[in-house]
T-cell receptor
Framework: GDSVTQMEGPVTLSEEAFLTINCTYTATGYPSLFWYVQYPGEGLQLLLKATKADDKGSNKGFEATYRKETTSFHLEKGSVQVSDSAVYFCALIPISNDYKLSFGAGTTVTVRA | DAGVTQSPTHLIKTRGQHVTLRCSPISGHKSVSWYQQVLGQGPQFIFQYYEKEERGRGNFPDRFSARQFPNYSSELNVNALLLGDSALYLC?????????????FGPGTRLTVL
């Protein structure tokens, strides 16, 4: 079935370091792809999304590009801050199902000052 | 504007009991979805409701049921609780429950089954 695989954590970085979290997907056709973030003590928030191949989603300095050739949607940020410490989830909605989000296992990111 | 609200925040039950979790969507949103998030894993889809009709169901046993009310709020019911039902239960609302809509998540209800 449709699924998402994201890199395992935890990831620990220093402030101003470059962050990459890998995400690959398996799906029929071209799903919509999402990154959600869960800050400590808070609910899931949509970080960015892309709905077709080659689309780039961006928000709060984070970017991810929908790569059909490699079935990937890697999350990147050029200079992280302590406030970026959170759990990041890659997710998809399959083309055959326009409401069910399928999530990866999540990647815990800790940024140290 | 108020976000998605869920009640209760925490709940402790024993095996075999029944539980009801509640969700109020963002004003103007007509679709509510429920997800189960076991510790250390990503959320798993349970149900989606739109305009009081069930639109989708995930791979969960019949012990799980839900409904949506005329004011678009929703309840998730779980019967005959098992230890494995211990999880964070998340509610998400969107305007129409379509792929183009952003799903907004509530803070969740933490259920512990002893």
């Amino acid at each position: 079935g449709d699924s998402v695989t994201q890199m395992e954590g935890p990831v620990t970085l220093s402030e101003e370091a470059f962050l990459t979290i890998n995400c690959t997907y398996t799906a029929t056709g071209y799903p919509s792809l999402f990154w959600y973030v869960q800050y400590p003590g808070e609910g899931l928030q949509l970080l960015l999304k892309a709905t077709k191949a080659d689309d780039k989603g961006s928000n709060k300095g984070f970017e991810a590009t929908y790569r059909k050739e490699t079935t990937s949607f890697h999350l990147e940020k050029g200079s992280v801050q302590v406030s970026d410490s959170a759990v990041y989830f890659c997710a998809l909605i399959p083309i055959s199902n326009d409401y069910k989000l399928s999530f990866g296992a999540g990647t815990t990111v800790t940024v140290r000052a | 504007d108020a976000g998605v609200t869920q009640s209760p925040t925490h709940l402790i039950k024993t095996r075999g009991q029944h539980v009801t979790l509640r969700c109020s969507p963002i004003s103007g949103h007509k679709s509510v979805s429920w997800y189960q998030q076991v510790l250390g894993q990503g959320p798993q889809f349970i149900f989606q409701y739109y305009e009081k009709e069930e639109r989708g169901r995930g791979n969960f046993p019949d012990r799980f049921s839900a409904r949506q009310f005329p004011n678009y709020s929703s309840e998730l019911n779980v019967n005959a609780l098992l230890l494995g039902d211990s999880a964070l239960y998340l509610c998400a609302s969107s305007r129409r429950g379509e792929w183009a809509d952003t799903q907004y998540f509530g803070p969740g209800t933490r259920l512990t089954v002893l």
